[in-house]
Nanobody, 118 residues
Framework: VQLQASGGGLVETGGSLRLSCAISGGTFTTRLVGWFRQVAGKDRENVAS????????NYADSVKGRFTISVDNAQNAAFLQMDNLNSEDSAVYYCAAGKVYSLEYSYWGQGTLVTVSS
């Protein structure tokens, strides 16, 4: 399984971006899917996740109400819609997925850079 994240870029404060994560060698069905971000010198943060078995989503407090995670199994893609961005959202964003029926992450995309200008 390989994941390919895309959609990062430069955006002004208050703007929006939509990150995409394409999966190859498998599908997102029956997998835990998540988005993480990391700033140099800081720990990686799980900003959003979605569980295949319940459809439940979970968000970091810092992004609640602004970010939305979704999975489109027809496209074999996962998305992170990011609205009302601020400078603290600047980071490298990674998508991740678990093995089938697992609640642990086993596969990681290469990261896409999001920069929010003030």
């Amino acid at each position: 399984v390989q994941l390919q994240a895309s959609g990062g870029g430069l955006v002004e404060t208050g703007g929006s971006l939509r990150l995409s994560c394409a999966i190859s060698g498998g599908t997102f069905t029956t997998r835990l899917v998540g988005w993480f971000r990391q700033v140099a010198g800081k720990d990686r943060e799980n900003v959003a996740s979605i569980r295949w078995n319940t459809g439940d989503t979970n968000y970091a407090d810092s992004v609640k109400g602004r970010f939305t995670i979704s999975v489109d199994n027809a496209q074999n893609a996962a998305f992170l819609q990011m609205d009302n961005l601020n400078s603290e959202d600047s980071a490298v964003y990674y998508c991740a997925a678990g093995k089938v029926y697992s609640l642990e992450y086993s596969y990681w995309g290469q990261g896409t850079l999001v920069t929010v200008s003030s």
